[in-house]
């Protein structure tokens, strides 16, 4: 099993839009995206299993969408109506494993 790598953070304005990717090793297995912000625990931000079910924490539903492309063994978490309480390091998750984290600013 390798190490999930994660990208696409960066600043963007409250109202904005960012898509984070994460590439995995086996697309067949579920995944999750986590966030922690600064003084934060982490949290579960948005997962899908190996059927395709996904699942939210409700501070992002109907705002996130986690999403998969098995030909790129590629998940996604396409982030709409950013707020600033979004800021933080999203991580993504595979079969126990952590990759090293996108930051996502959320300011003006």
């Known amino acids: 099993q390798v190490q999930p790598v994660e990208s696409g953070g960066g600043l963007v304005q409250p109202g904005g839009s960012l898509r984070l990717s994460c590439a995995v090793s086996?697309?067949?297995?579920?995944a999750g995206w986590h966030r922690q912000a600064p003084g934060k625990e982490r949290e579960l931000v948005a997962f899908?299993?190996?059927?395709?079910?996904?699942n939210y924490a409700d501070s992002v539903k109907g705002r996130f969408t986690i999403s998969r492309d098995n030909a790129k063994n590629t998940v996604y978490l396409q982030m709409n109506s950013l707020k600033p309480e979004d800021t933080a390091v999203y991580y993504c998750?595979?079969?126990?494993?952590w990759g090293k984290g996108t930051l996502v600013t959320v300011s003006s």
């Open positions: 899908i299993t190996s059927g395709g079910i996904t």
């Open positions: 086996r697309i067949i297995f579920g």
């Open positions: 998750n595979q079969l126990g494993l």
